[in-house]
């Protein structure tokens, strides 16, 4: 009842009098009142959406004050240290390397800008899970790095907080945190039930009650306190949770959460009731997740586990197996169903179960700067983490669910001290490794690796969507977050179950994603599982395993890594079992994934390198050391496999696999350990075994023979040669890395980084990407060691960005220093290092050229040969495989194959057999004592060499070797030499069966055959440990061998005469390299320059060798000089085998081919380039252009044009026209020039603003307004030009083509499907010769080229004369020209040209399409055209001659084109300005017409305009006689004006003062060419109207501080008068061919006035000319300036100010410019990228900057959309009529928008190693790049954009 009433009354009167009640000292009444009143208001059966409930919650808690006002107060007492701002994802963060102690810390814009990184590695990055700022959170980040609001330990002066304050919250909050419970309990329904869920429903209506939260949270630490107390008690929680008895509603509402609960453990309740020990079949809850990992068994009884096996084999789920686990779980309640103890606890499951919503997550993190908080949840976080992950497995949304899981966990476990007191308190290393390993068990299937049918080994199934989405990461970064703190990383270490639980995670990934070889057909479909493979391998076994050897870096450490080592083997060793492996790996069979080997590689080389471990106590015995070999070498053999291209029918994934195992990202996670783990078995096993394994494995052993023909079972010929070399190149390579034997980390860094740069130049983010990040982490410094940076600067020099005129950008590189190339270059390291082949080619061919320029060597030189790092004590048994008699037997065999000529040998081949003699020979074995085991060594092989020292066995003469060759080989012909000698060897290649007589005939005739020996030795290893896995039968696969079925010859047995040594082979082939008989002298050692020896091809290869053997030993020495005396050359066999021939010959004519080839694009290449240069020259101000249209022979000729398609040289004629290849393109450049030459400023605040009043286009829309008001419509239209603004610009290549020629070749483009980036329907095409993009073709007129002969005469008839024929030219109508093909195509190049521009460009008149407008547009096209030209010179004509631009021009062209089309209009004789230029008429009576407003008075007009019209309205050609008429008779008007123009600006005195002095010299000779009496006549004439100078008394005391003199007055006359002249003279260029003559800009209105002939001859010395010299009057001066004085005196409706505002027109504007841009990008962004739109209000997902105007734009934006077209599209048609240069704020780069297609153009600011970073990935501080800007504001004047930028696409008005 009382609920009711109070429900009733003001809800602000409520809150006052029930907290006055709360606060006496017996409130219980108070408190009754309130719970009922809370009762009734937060009933949960209301629907949520109602606001009501919220609305009273303010205002109780706020206790009867606004709640606004309650938020400030609570904010006053706020003691929190943290900044803990929270943000999701796509929030631009910060993270400073320097500062951080975690590599996860991350700080806002707020905090980072309020700190000092100055000089830090900080970056910029765009949050991908979300995040929070760690500022003021010391465990994360180093004090030093605070901002300066958390530096202040801002929590000791803030006061205590008033009790009452919070009072009312903390009674009121539990209700209302029930009560969203309560709500989130009743939405929730189970996946099952509903098929899709309506949880998103449910989370929308809560959305206000989570904000009031997420807004209580920031009030800071006061407000944090009370809910901290409310979330965390359990006694409010007991008390509320159940609800009361007799609520039924609250009763339902609890069975609901506990129902939830039910299914929340891993095991579900009544799996556990069946009991551990049974097989549960999948249940609807479990997924495939029925495996109970509470087994009782323990791994070490292989019995049990076999029984078990047998009865799971029985239950085969589908085609998969059922695999369980035995694991011993330490603490069942891992996996037990959750159970909680307050509201935290369930408000965490929740979130868990509606899938993180956005907001809660918000909330849970915005709470965590309160500590006892952070500890609470983080608890609550571990027990649910079972739980969370078995959300995650069943989410469909698991991409966003897991960056909001990753979102939190971050924030928790990357504080190590929470992170340890959670491992030792909730057991957190235990849970995450049971949660992984029961995440992987869901997604097992059996391996087939090696035993296909009995194999026991299970491996992840790599197409299962929880490796192929990565739903695995979260979990795993978690592992890999808290392992990177020591002390929690030490417990893992020290925890021998774990460890044990961690080592059966890993086998899971052991073998899996296997690869068969394809034996017949092409696979039929390419899986890309392998991108899965390796990513798990990366992330869920590599990472863990780098983040564990960090913590093993010292001795203390030992017994850690003894450990791992010792679980390492034991569960290898079970893998071997499982996978039921022997000694012979499966064939036609690949895995890239060895986790458990690469996790024992690397805790050796970590014990060897770190931990002074003795290697030898690590490791296992021979057997297994055997067995660990074998799959690390299948992988090598297969990598050369793949590249010879044995695995195609595999199709491209299999190549995918062997790059990404070598790519930089993973390398030394993959390959390195591998190849490190072989380096140590081969330091420890015997060394004719490992080599001979190696060659078996790499299928070459059938090769190895000394016979000419042989037959391989498993390699094709053309094979044979790539394997080959792949065997030898892995052996140097096994033979001399050093990466784990005893380089130092900077040593390797600097190893890895030339092969990096020897490849390509890099840019420095691309370095820093393709340098493995261990052992050298690049974020952090380690101390002690050598940084990046450091390293970069000693091995490579910067080479700047520099530009090409074609406009290509090239960003900042790297390249290598000489001294690099010259020792430091490896080729070992560089093929190691390269996922492309032809890097290698790169490397080297760098590598030559160097060598070119500095002159060491010229010819093609091999790879270098290097010292290495002496090796590690502990793998000296390394250098046994280069002692080793069968390395040296095959070492022999090649060196005779080779100079024998055999097939399948090359250069490489030898390259790596010369590398591998010259390792031995400076890697001596030690010990003298010739072999611990003579016995077997003896009747091994002593019949080849006498020991193992490399040295002494080169010089050992090898006479007789036995082979097997096939009947028809060549060796078989010749009789058999007597076989008793003693020396005679035999060398039984593939020899199964020997008949006895042979045994007889040679004593020592033991059949040598490498794989047959490698088997014998095996067998003795095995017997000697002697184990009952001997009884094992062994299969012999290899032996049993494969008979094709069109079976070859017999083989038969031969012996070959040799009588050759190593030494005598290396001088033999010397010869034959050099192609000189005798190419060594006997005493060539004496006379040896050895530094030459380290750059060269074979021959100085093989000189070094000699050299080096021969400075060993003496023996040597003498042998070299007796053969060098008696060399002969060799005798091959003949050749009768055709095939044999047939492969030489294959050979050289590929060569020839490539040769040719090679000449033939030289030649091409030549070709293009000088027609480039003739031709295209888009940016270079050539004289001599390939087309110079305004070209200043004269011709007396027709002018012949080529047509570029059908070749066809020919004048144009009327009926087939001949036309220029343009483009016309509608431009706003002009319009954009402002009065100051420098650039505007863009604003980066909210004080600057832009003004675009003061633009070029604005003035003339601003004037021609002006002058419609008060003036005749058709004479103003013929008193200004438009254009300023979307003027139609045309430009050419220069190329010509017939018109018809054109039409069949736009027709073939438009049914060319492929199109490239242009529109054929808008008529847009590329010519057809250079590629250059048009839309349209300009019509020549056919005739000459530029007015000649007569028309050029110089004239000597009187100027009146000359006047009146121009007045009759004028009078004379334009002949119509007669329909002929010509003018059809010049009134389409007219249509073609008003569709460039838009309607609004060029509608000025009052009645829009009338003649006058029509007229206006046209003559301002040529206006357009001129002034463009002019601009593109630099403003002025000083340089003369033809520039750049003028070769893109064609005004000749286009002028014949506008003036048809002019002739269609004749001017009104009683209108014709040229009356008024040259005649004082009387003024006209006014008649009846008062009404019609006056004309434009001629000061008004705009003279080159007047210029320009009448050039175009005259028939043409026109004379050059008329035209210089025209052009004195209006420059006349021009100095007028300038005298007007100057006379206003003048203060009243020294107007009055001029006009007397003037007056003085009226009466003088020439006073009509002296400006001070002309001067003087206007300002008497202008002052008789009073208003005229009026407006300027106000202002004048401003102006006095300026004196004028005659100089600056005859200066000002001349720059006003400039622009007419440059103009006029641009013309006369174009229609006559006049030359353009240089000169100084001082001398420039000299030089102009002589050329156009208002001057006799230049004035010596030219800078002295007087304008007024330059006036050429026809009638009395002063009648015709009072004259068109007195039209301006005469306006009487006109104010003053307008008047003179039209006659004060100041002709001069500077050279268009973009905005200056800020030196720093951060300022742009910073001030941007938070900018909200002006349409809608929001930050726009795209910002982006108009970079001509300063305009802010939303890219893609549909809030501003109009008509379907984005605002960026619109404002470049608006402000640049339709081209748009944009800065894309979150990108940093600029896009460019031309009419319909788009490209990226690139950035303009780049980092400190001069390159761009596109999208802010890298987010290191960016500068402006001068150069870059300047390159583009030049294409934006210029208008080249289209040509220079090739990747153009259409943006449908999308942007």
């Known amino acids: 009842m009382m609920a009711a009433s109070l429900l009733r009354r003001d809800k602000k009167a409520t809150a006052v009098h029930l907290k006055a009640d709360l606060n006496r000292t017996d409130n219980s009444s108070g408190v009754r009142q309130l719970q009922e009143l809370l009762d009734a208001v937060l009933n949960p059966e209301k629907p949520a959406a109602d606001t009501e409930a919220l609305d009273w919650c303010k205002c109780l808690i706020a206790g009867g004050e606004g709640f606004e006002e309650f938020c400030k107060t609570v904010r006053s007492y706020d003691n929190a240290t943290l900044c803990g701002l929270v943000w999701t994802a796509n929030f631009v963060a910060y993270r400073c390397r320097t500062c951080g102690i975690s590599p996860c810390m991350s700080l806002c814009a707020e905090c980072f800008n309020n700190g000092d990184h100055t000089g830090h590695d900080f970056n910029m990055f765009r949050s991908q899970a979300g995040g929070a700022c760690d500022c003021g959170d010391s465990n994360v980040m180093r004090e030093s790095g605070f901002c300066r609001r958390h530096r202040l330990r801002t929590g000791e002066n803030v006061p205590s907080i008033p009790r009452d304050l919070l009072l009312m919250s903390e009674m009121v909050l539990p209700r209302f945190i029930l009560c969203i419970i309560q709500y989130l309990r009743d939405g929730y329904i189970e996946p099952d039930t509903s098929t899709e869920r309506d949880l998103q429903k449910v989370l929308q209506q809560l959305e206000p009650q989570i904000s009031f939260l997420e807004e209580l949270t920031k009030m800071g630490g006061a407000m944090r306190t009370v809910l901290t107390k409310i979330l965390t008690n359990q006694q409010t929680f007991k008390e ?128 965590l700067p309160d500590q006892d908080y952070k500890i609470t949840f983080t608890k609550t976080f571990v027990q649910h983490y079972a739980f969370i992950m078995k959300t995650l497995m069943k989410s469909h949304e698991s991409d966003t669910m897991s960056n909001r899981i990753v979102h939190i966990s971050v924030q928790l476990f990357s504080n190590e001290e929470l992170a340890r007191h959670v491992t030792e308190e909730c057991q957190l290393l235990d849970i995450m490794v049971t949660v992984l390993l029961y995440m992987m068990e869901s997604c097992l299937i059996k391996s087939e690796l090696q035993d296909e049918d009995n194999s026991r080994h299970v491996v992840v199934n790599c197409s299962e969507a929880l490796l192929k989405n990565n739903t695995y990461w979260p979990l795993v970064s978690d592992f890999i977050n808290i392992l990177s703190h020591q002390s929690v990383a030490k417990k893992f270490l020290e925890d021998h179950s774990l460890l044990m639980l961690w080592m059966s995670f890993v086998s899971f990934f052991q073998g899996m994603n296997l690869n068969k070889r394809e034996l017949n057909e092409h696979v039929e479909f390419e899986s890309q599982t392998y991108y899965a493979a390796f990513a798990a391998e990366l992330e869920a076994c590599a990472q863990p395993m780098w983040g564990l050897l960090t913590h093993c870096k010292v001795k203390e450490t030992q017994e850690y890594t003894k450990t791992v080592v010792r679980y390492c083997l034991e569960t290898l060793q079970i893998w071997f079992d499982a996978i039921g492996f022997i000694d012979e790996p499966a064939p036609n069979q690949v895995t890239f994934h060895l986790p458990l080997h690469r996790y024992y590689a690397m805790f050796l080389s970590k014990a060897v390198k770190c931990q002074g471990l003795d290697l030898d106590s690590l490791l296992p015995d021979q057997e297994m050391l055997m067995k660990i070999m074998v799959h690390p070498l299948q992988i090598q053999a297969c990598l050369s496999e793949i590249h010879s291209n044995m695995w195609v029918r595999n199709g491209l994934q299999i190549k995918g696999q062997a790059m990404t195992y070598v790519q930089s990202h993973f390398c030394n996670s993959m390959i390195d350990p591998d ?64 990466i784990h034997l005893g380089m130092t980390d900077d040593e390797i860094l600097r190893a890895e980084m ?128 280069l002692h080793c008699k069968t390395l040296h037997i095959v070492i022999f065999t090649l060196l005779y194959k080779i100079w024998m000529d055999h097939q399948n040998m090359s250069e490489h081949v030898l390259c790596m057999v010369l590398y591998l003699i010259e390792l031995g020979l400076d890697n001596q074995v030690q010990d003298n004592k010739e072999d611990e085991e003579p016995c077997i060594e003896e009747h091994c092989h002593d019949s080849w060499f006498p020991g193992t020292n490399l040295l002494s066995n080169l010089h050992h003469v090898i006479n007789f070797v036995r082979v097997r060759v096939p009947e028809t080989a060549p060796e078989v012909k010749r009789e058999a030499p007597p076989s008793t000698s003693t020396e005679a060897s035999s060398y039984g290649q593939n020899s199964r069966r020997l008949t006895g007589n042979w045994r007889e005939n040679l004593r020592e005739a033991q059949v040598f055959s490498l794989v047959a020996e490698r088997r014998r030795k095996f067998q003795e290893i095995i017997n000697r440990s002697n184990t009952e896995a001997t009884q094992v039968v062994r299969p012999k696969s290899s032996s049993t061998r494969w008979v094709p079925p069109g079976t070859p010859p017999q083989l038969v047995t031969e012996i070959l005469e040799i009588r050759e040594s190593m030494l005598s082979l290396l001088i033999k082939l010397h010869q034959k390299l050099s192609s000189k008989q005798n190419s060594l002298s006997a005493s060539w050692l004496e006379d040896m320059d050895t530094s030459r020896h380290a750059h060269g091809d074979g021959i100085t290869a093989i000189e070094r060798i000699l050299t080096k053997a021969a400075t060993r030993s003496c023996q040597i020495k003498r042998s070299i000089q007796d053969i060098c005396g008696k060399v002969c050359p060799p005798v091959p066999p003949k050749k009768n085998s055709p095939s044999d021939k047939k492969t030489m010959d294959k050979e050289e004519r590929r060569q020839r081919a490539r040769e040719r080839q090679q000449k033939l694009l030289a030649e091409f290449a030549s070709r293009q380039k000088s027609f480039m240069e003739t031709a295209m020259d888009v940016e270079s101000p050539d004289t001599e252009a390939a087309m110079d249209l305004g070209a200043s022979e004269v011709m007396e000729s027709e002018v012949l044009y080529d047509c570029v398609i059908c070749g066809q040289s020919g004048p144009s004629t009327e009926d087939r026209p001949t036309g220029l290849v343009v483009l016309l393109q509608a431009s706003s450049v002009l319009g954009h020039r402002c009065k100051s030459k420098e650039a505007k400023k863009l604003p980066t605040s909210d004080e600057e603003h832009i003004y ?345 005391p401003m102006l006095i501080s300026s004196v004028w003199s005659p100089q600056s007055i005859e200066f000002s006359l001349q720059q006003f008068c400039l622009p007419f002249l440059r103009l006029s003279c641009l013309l006369q260029h174009h229609l006559y061919g006049d030359t353009l003559a240089g000169c100084l800009e001082e001398e420039e209105f000299s030089s102009l006035a002589v050329c156009l002939g208002l001057l006799p001859s230049a004035p010596q010395p030219p800078s002295i000319v007087h304008s007024a010299s330059c006036l050429q009057w026809v009638v009395s001066t002063f009648d015709l300036v009072s004259q068109w004085c007195a039209e301006v005196t005469g306006l009487s409706q006109m104010q003053a100010e307008q008047s003179l505002t039209l006659l004060v027109q100041d002709p001069q504007w500077a050279a268009p410019r973009l905005l200056q841009l800020p030196d720093n990008y951060n300022i742009i962004f910073q001030y941007y990228h938070r900018k909200a739109c002006t349409a809608c209000k929001k930050v726009p997902k795209d910002p982006a900057l108009c970079l001509v105007c300063g305009a802010f734009v939303c890219l893609k934006g549909v809030c501003c959309k109009q008509q379907g077209t984005c605002e960026c599209v619109l404002h470049s048609q608006h402000c640049g009529a339709a081209t748009g240069i944009f800065l894309l704020i979150n990108a940093s780069v600029i896009i460019i928008i031309r009419g319909h297609r788009f490209c990226l153009w690139g950035s303009v600011y780049l980092d400190a190693h001069g390159e761009e970073d596109r999208d802010l990935r890298r987010g290191k501080p960016l500068f402006l790049c001068e150069e870059r800007y300047r390159v583009l504001e030049q294409q934006w004047v210029s208008h080249t954009f289209d040509h220079i930028n090739k990747r153009w696409g259409p943006h449908y008005n999308g942007l």
């Open 240 to 367: 509320l949770s159940m609800g009361q008895e007799e609520n039924l509603y609250a009763k339902k509402n609890y069975d609901k959460y506990l129902s939830a609960l039910k299914n929340s453990g891993l095991v579900s309740v009544e799996e556990k009731a069946q009991g551990a020990a049974a097989d549960v079949t999948v249940g609807a809850e479990g997924g495939a997740g029925a495996m109970v990992l509470l087994g009782t068994t323990a791994p070490g009884s292989p019995d049990e586990s076999n029984k078990e096996e047998d009865q799971d084999a029985g239950q085969s789920v589908g085609q998969r197996k059922r695999v369980k686990l035995s694991s011993s779980t330490k603490d069942p309640c891992i996996i037990e169903s959750l159970k909680h103890k307050c509201f935290l606890e369930e408000l965490l499951f929740w979130t868990i179960k509606y899938e993180f919503p956005q907001k809660m997550v918000t909330f849970l993190l915005n709470m």
């Open 754 to 881: 030339v092969s990096q740069l020897c490849m390509n130049d890099r840019t420095h983010s691309a370095l820093l990407d393709l340098i493995p990040e261990n052992p050298n982490p690049k974020s952090g410094i380690v101390p002690g060691s050598c940084s990046f940076e450091e390293m970069l600067s000693a091995v490579a020099d910067f080479k700047a960005p520099v530009f090409e005129p074609g406009g290509s950008m090239q960003q900042g590189m790297y390249t290598p220093k000489a001294e690099v190339w010259e020792k430091e270059f490896d080729p070992i390291m560089v093929v190691l290092r390269t996922v492309y082949r032809r890097d290698v080619q790169s490397a080297m061919d760098r590598y030559s050229a160097f060598l070119k320029q500095c002159g060491i060597h010229t010819g093609n030189p091999w790879p270098p040969y290097k010292e290495r790092t002496p090796l590690h004590p502990c793998y000296k048994g390394l250098i046994k495989l």
């Open 675 to 738: 190849i490190y783990l072989l380096q140590v078995c081969a330091s420890r096993l015997d060394p004719d075994y490992f080599i001979s394994s190696v060659f078996e494995r790499f299928k070459v052993v059938d090769l190895l023979t000394m016979a000419s023909q042989h037959q391989n079972a498993v390699l094709d010929s053309e094979q044979e040669r790539p394997m080959l070399e792949g065997a030898l190149t892995f052996l140097v390579i096994l033979t001399s890395l050093r």
């Open 1252 to 1596: 675009a009043a003061d633009t070029c286009g604005v003035a003339h829309d601003v004037r021609l307004t002006l002058m419609q008001r008060f003036f005749k419509d058709s004479s103003c239209l013929q008193s200004v030009s438009i254009g300023w603004d979307g003027g139609v610009y045309v430009q050419t290549c220069g190329h010509t083509l017939h018109i018809d020629c054109h039409k069949s070749y736009m027709e073939s483009l438009r049914n060319d499907q492929v199109l490239q980036g242009f529109s054929v329907d808008k008529g847009e095409f590329t010519c057809p010769l250079c590629r250059q993009f048009a839309n349209s073709v300009l019509p020549c007129r056919p005739g000459r080229g530029t007015e000649a002969g007569a028309w050029h005469t110089p004239t000597n008839k009187k100027t009146c004369v000359l006047v009146k024929e121009v007045e009759d030219l004028q009078e004379k109508l334009g002949l119509f020209p007669t329909e002929s093909n010509l003018s059809k195509e010049m009134e389409l190049v007219i249509k073609d040209i008003k569709n460039t521009t838009q309607k609004k460009y060029m509608d000025y008149g009052k009645n829009p399409g009338s003649p006058d407008n029509d007229f206006l547009f046209m003559y301002s096209v040529a206006r357009t055209n001129l002034e463009l030209e002019l601009v593109h010179r630099g403003g002025n004509l000083c340089s003369g001659g033809a520039s750049a631009a003028a070769k893109r021009s064609c005004l000749n062209q286009l002028f014949h084109v506008l003036a048809m089309h002019m002739r269609l209009y004749s001017i009104d004789s009683a209108y014709n300005p040229w009356t008024k230029l040259t005649q004082v008429t009387e003024s006209r009576e006014a008649d009846g017409f008062e009404e019609e407003r006056p004309e434009v008075p001629m000061l008004f007009r705009d003279v080159p305009s007047l210029l320009i019209i009448f050039v175009l309205t005259m028939p043409q050609p026109l004379r050059k006689e008329h035209f210089s008429c025209l052009v004195k008779m209006l420059y006349n008007l021009q100095f007028t004006q300038a005298l007007a123009a100057l006379s206003s600006k003048f203060s009243p005195e020294e107007r009055q003062a001029w006009s007397t002095a003037g007056a003085l010299k009226k009466n003088a000779a020439n006073a009509e060419k002296s400006f001070e009496a002309l001067l003087s006549h206007v300002i008497t004439e202008l002052s008789k109207d009073k208003s005229v100078y009026k407006v300027n008394a106000e202002e004048t």
